[in-house]
């Protein structure tokens, strides 16, 4: 089982367009975070979200983190080719000391 | 320039081999964890730890075995080699085991023929 569902798998979108993807958990998660890799590297931290209704913006990208803490999304606002990438959702759920949860991934492609 | 280093870049082993993937982080980051990445698996947790002389299973731990011995460095050693493990891994530290963000290394690409 999935614990983080994350869509579209595929994106391919023209630049300047604008385009959000989600991530979506039936579990409850104390917080959520994004990260983009690009080939051949590991993935690098964009932000962590941490309260339920919460929103932080990076430069051209919006995070949200559902009330309830189950799901998240990531906004992209006239996206440019430097955007391209795998963007991951990764979260903590339970009480246990074990490590970050992640989902399979977003692949974005910003054709120029 | 700080952060988690991995060697090798690149290995291919032949079925049956041992060999050991190095990780060192100098953040002085308490907690450490590995990492697979495989095409429609995403990342996957294969082993972890919180601190010097502590470490635990993820969830894909067969076939490898990690030690702690320092806060610095979390070596993965793979017993047996077969061709299941080939695979992208990837090391990661952090200051805390919860709610904090991860720093990665840039991967090992590991075959095994």
């Known amino acids: 089982t999935q614990l983080l569902e994350q869509s579209p798998q595929f994106l391919s979108i023209q630049e300047g367009e604008n385009l959000t993807v989600y991530c979506n958990s039936s579990s409850v998660f104390s917080s959520l975070q994004w990260y983009r890799q690009e080939p051949g590297e590991g993935p690098v931290l964009l932000v962590t979200?941490?309260?339920?209704?919460e929103v932080k913006k990076l430069k051209r990208l919006t995070f949200q983190f559902g009330d309830a803490r189950k799901d998240s999304s990531l906004h992209i606002t006239a996206a440019q080719p430097g955007d391209t990438g795998l963007y991951l959702c990764a979260g903590f759920s339970g009480g246990g000391a074990d490590g970050l949860t992640f989902g399979k991934g977003t692949h974005l492609i910003i054709q120029p | 320039n700080a952060g988690v280093t991995q060697t090798p870049k690149f290995q291919v082993l032949k079925t049956g081999q041992s060999m050991t993937l190095q990780c060192a982080q100098d953040m002085n980051h308490e907690y450490m964890s590995w990492y697979r990445q495989d095409p429609g698996m995403g990342l996957r947790l294969i082993h972890y730890?919180?601190?010097?002389?502590?470490?635990d299973q993820g969830e894909v731990p067969n076939g490898y075995n990690v030690s702690r011995s320092t806060t610095e460095d979390f070596p993965l050693r793979l017993l047996s080699a077969a061709p299941s493990q080939t695979s992208v891994y990837f090391c990661?530290?952090?200051?805390?085991?919860?709610?904090?963000?991860?720093?990665f290394g840039s991967g090992t690409r590991l075959t095994v023929v």
């Open positions: 730890s919180v601190g010097a002389g502590i470490t």
């Open positions: 979200v941490v309260t339920g209704g």
């Open positions: 990661a530290s952090s200051p805390a085991f919860r709610d904090h963000g991860y720093t």
